[in-house]
Structures are given as structure tokens and as C-alpha cells.
């Protein structure tokens, strides 16, 4: 089934996902007269296509994501350091539920791709299953590990026979998205399939 997705703030860059691949990218007039019988997805803000978020391993493998049945011991807040290594200490079978819900919290995120070594088999199981891209690390990281880390990374533009994997922000132009931070997110797409919906 053919989507075409479209955000008010950038309609000269609509989508039309035909499957896990982008049947066009183009402006959203043109787009819905050539495809009148495509389902139509509208979302507030901007289409970008998605972000790659550099630090993979040290969210995945290094961070524990606490279920919300913890939230009341262990509130709700991603927890690194040693806090996080005595968790998997104590329970290694922990790191596998906790990389799918730092997966989650990156799709929210707007991320499509992750990048870094990840060597334990949960954390890659988890990237893989979500149909993350893995990219490449930049030489130099951009600060402390984060799910918006500054400055974002967007991908590279968006075009027809690529993977449908892009992510949309609720601002009303690019540059307020590095300003207001990748939390902005209200829709990730990956290989085609609405990942991430904001509430």
C-alpha cells in the first residue's frame, strides 16, 4: 500500500512509501495528483530523514532503561555509570529487555540509525529486530552520550528507491530543531512501518 506522508512546515519534502522503500520524494501537491489513491498521513512540524545517533553502545550496552513496573526504586530516567554496571552484575538476562527499551526511547528520539560497536548479542538482537541502520561514528563524539545528543546528525537527504526510514519534528524549521533538541519528535518511520507515534 502506497503512504504519503507529509508535514505542514515542509510540504515541498512529502514521502511516498510504497512498502519498506520511498516510491518518491518530491513536493506534496505534485506528489498527491500523481498518487491519488495513497493512504495520507499529515504531521505537525518538518519530514527530516532521521538521525543517527552516535553513541550505541554506551546507550545500549552501558545504560540500563528501567521497566516502568521499576519506577517507583528506580524512577523512570536512563541510568549509566556504575549504577547501571552493578544492575547487570546482578542480572545479565537484564540487559536484553533494557536495550529494547533504550531502542524505544531512541525511535522517540527520532533516531533511524545508531552508530559504534555494539558487541553484546541483546543490544544488536534489539537495533536489528527495530530495523535501525548502523552508520558510521564520527571521529570526534559531540558531547556526553545522550538520546538528543548536540549537535544532532541528521542523515542524508531523502530520495526515491531508499530505505522509507525518515523521522518527523514538531518545529517549525531545521535550525529550531538543533535548538529544541530531538525529544521533538512526533512520528519515526523505519522501513516503511510507523515506529514511533507521539501521544
Given at each position: 500500500m502506497l503512504t504519503l506522508h507529509v508535514a505542514e512546515r515542509s510540504p515541498g519534502t512529502a514521502v511516498?512509501?510504497?512498502g519498506a522503500s520511498l516510491a518518491a520524494v518530491g513536493p506534496y501537491e505534485e506528489l498527491?495528483?500523481?498518487?491519488p489513491g495513497a493512504r495520507v498521513r499529515r504531521w505537525p512540524g518538518i519530514l527530516t530523514p532521521g538521525l543517527l545517533n552516535p553513541y550505541g553502545p554506551e546507550l545500549l550496552e552501558a545504560t540500563y532503561h528501567p521497566d516502568p513496573r521499576e519506577a517507583d526504586r528506580l524512577g523512570t530516567a536512563p541510568i549509566g555509570g556504575e549504577r547501571a554496571r552493578a544492575?547487570?552484575?546482578a542480572d545479565p538476562s537484564?540487559?536484553?529487555?533494557?536495550a529494547r527499551r533504550g531502542v524505544q526511547r531512541l525511535?522517540?528520539?527520532?533516531t533511524v540509525a545508531v552508530a559504534g560497536e555494539l558487541r553484546a548479542r541483546p543490544a544488536l538482537d534489539a537495533v536489528r529486530r527495530a530495523g535501525l541502520a548502523l552508520g558510521h561514528r564520527p571521529p570526534t563524539l559531540p558531547g556526553p552520550p545522550s538520546l538528543s545528543p548536540t549537535p544532532l546528525i541528521l542523515l542524508p537527504p531523502l530520495t526515491e528507491g531508499?530505505?522509507?526510514?525518515?523521522?518527523?519534528?514538531d518545529v517549525e524549521q531545521r535550525a529550531d530543531l538543533a535548538d529544541k533538541g530531538a525529544a521533538t519528535c512526533v512520528a519515526t518511520v523505519v522501513a516503511g512501518r510507523l515506529v514511533y507515534r507521539a501521544h
Open positions: 511516498l512509501a510504497d498527491a495528483a500523481a498518487h544492575i547487570f552484575r537484564r540487559l536484553g529487555a533494557s525511535l522517540a528520539h527520532g531508499a530505505p522509507a526510514r525518515f523521522a518527523i519534528f
